[in-house]
């Protein structure tokens, strides 16, 4: 991931793009409705995004046709759940694949669907699972964020997997393939994702609680449990 322009047979391109096209509408749809009643999460809005280019922009070499990166698509989750994070995904890869040569065109349905949908939602479902469980925000931060990460190449593997099939074992040996090679690369980057991304989350609690509150991350502490300040809190 990105997987690069051209790489994906045409039959394959289109059906990702397709498959994509659904979740990026509704993400629209979202955002118009943030940005018209809360017009003061733009600056945040606007943060989540170049979070997600600048960390998504930097490119380790790991298979022939894509690279290993960051996503950075954790944080938004968090913030604005996933629908607005895939509309920031795809504006992210959009210019990336202009302005950047980093994936392309051809593979943008593609690459939206891994980064900017499967990876902000199975992300955001670690964190609603691990703060119902009464984890700390800052854990589940992190396990957020290396999850967004980690499940984008699993994704990105299948996708592989599905095009290029290995000529002896079919589909679930080019997955293993594809999946091992990524691995080496993508854990150690998910955990330092992870990391930076409590970084950030622990700059904007002290820096924007009321922005955090309004979103519901964090909420005043007499309506939690123990209450005498502002408590980290799930939505």
Do not use: N, Q, W
């Given at each position: 991931m990105h997987i690069a322009e051209g790489f994906l047979p045409p039959a394959h391109a289109v059906a990702w793009g397709v498959a994509s096209a659904p979740f990026v509408a509704h993400g629209v749809r979202s955002l118009t409705r943030?940005?018209?009643?809360?017009p003061e999460s733009t600056l945040l809005l606007g943060a989540s995004g170049a979070f997600t280019f600048v960390?998504?922009?930097?490119?380790?070499?790991?298979?022939t046709?894509?690279?290993?990166?960051p996503t950075g698509t954790g944080l938004?989750?968090?913030l604005f759940r996933p629908p607005i994070?895939?509309?920031?995904?795809?504006?992210?890869?959009?210019f990336q694949a202009l302005l950047l040569a980093h994936g392309g065109l051809t593979t943008l349905g593609a690459n939206v669907f891994s980064m900017a949908i499967v990876g902000p939602w199975a992300g955001y479902a670690v964190y609603k699972l691990l703060r119902r469980s009464n984890v700390p925000l800052m854990v589940a931060v992190f396990f957020?964020?290396?999850?967004?990460?980690?499940?984008?190449?699993?994704v990105t593997s299948v996708q592989l997997a599905l095009a290029f099939p290995d000529p002896g074992s079919g589909f679930l040996g080019?997955?293993?393939?594809?999946g091992s090679i990524f691995a080496l690369t993508q854990i150690p980057l998910a955990v330092s994702e992870g990391l930076l991304t409590v970084l950030v989350m622990r700059l904007l609690v002290q820096s924007s609680k009321g922005e955090l509150t309004r979103l519901g991350v964090l909420v005043p502490q007499k309506q939690a449990r123990t209450g005498t300040e502002t408590e980290a809190v799930g939505r």
């Open positions: 943030e940005v018209r009643e809360h960390l998504s922009a930097l490119k380790l070499p790991s298979v046709g894509s690279c290993s990166h938004g989750a968090i994070m895939a509309v920031l995904g795809t504006i992210t890869l959009l957020a964020a290396f999850v967004a990460d980690l499940s984008t190449y699993c080019a997955l293993g393939k594809f």
